[in-house]
């Protein structure tokens, strides 16, 4: 198995709204990733998970909250964003953080 | 000026055509990474490269380290070609950080 999955594929929420978007990979990586995807540009590194442990933040505002609940599993909890946080949210796995990256096929998200 | 520049910007061509898109990079790195993103969907890694050439299928990378350049060519393109490719660079001293490139945008006509 190769592949990383994410759920939903569409997501539109309201301002007020919480949701969680989720990734899975059973490939053994120890090492898994958020980024955020605006349209026509390269995807922009949000939350790294090493061993289950938040490793890099890169300064991403609080109303998203991930969460590694097992080494297969990353969650990205949603809460009273804004219409800019609208984007394509990309999951990837590496075995470990210097290897390769395995890109999902990405949630898009619309905040209304 | 951008860490990784790369050309063309935006590509078409026929099919059966032979494809070259190039990535020029200014910082150090450890690995070059070629990536595919098809219209609204995920990204593929294609390759990861640290030094010389790799191939798989029709697809074809290379690097020059001491010219800091890597080219991704695609033999006997097809439609199913038709992508954004993007070219991301691992910088030296940073076990995770990936400096991306804008992409090329690939367009195979049947």
């Known amino acids: 198995d190769t592949e990383v999955t994410q759920t939903p594929k569409h997501l539109v929420m309201g301002m007020t709204n919480k949701k969680s978007l989720k990734c899975e990979q059973h490939?053994?990586?120890?090492?898994m990733y958020w980024y955020k995807q605006k349209a026509k540009k390269p995807p922009e590194l949000m939350f790294v998970y090493s061993y289950e442990k938040l490793s890099i933040n890169e300064s991403v505002p609080s109303r998203f909250s991930p969460e590694c609940p097992n080494s297969s599993l990353l969650n990205l909890h949603l809460h009273a964003l804004q219409p800019e946080d609208s984007a394509l949210y990309l999951c990837?796995?590496?075995?470990?953080?210097?290897?390769?990256?395995?890109f999902g096929p990405g949630t898009r998200l619309t905040v209304l | 000026k951008n860490e990784v520049e790369q050309s063309p910007q935006n590509l078409t061509a026929q099919e059966g055509e032979f494809i070259t898109i190039n990535c020029s990079y200014s910082?150090?790195?450890?690995?070059l990474h070629w990536l595919q993103q098809h219209p609204g969907g995920g990204i593929v890694s294609l390759f990861m490269?640290?030094?010389?050439?790799k191939k798989h299928g029709r697809l074809i990378a290379t690097i020059n380290i001491q010219e800091k350049h890597s080219s991704l060519h695609i033999t006997a393109s097809h439609p199913r070609d038709s992508a954004v490719y993007i070219c991301a660079v691992k910088i030296l001293d940073s076990n995770y950080q990936l400096i991306w490139g804008a992409g090329t945008k690939l367009i195979i006509k049947p």
């Open positions: 490939m053994g990586h120890r090492a």
């Open positions: 910082v150090g790195i450890s690995a």
């Open positions: 490269l640290s030094s010389g050439k």
């Open positions: 990837a796995s590496s075995l470990f953080y210097t290897d390769t990256q395995y």
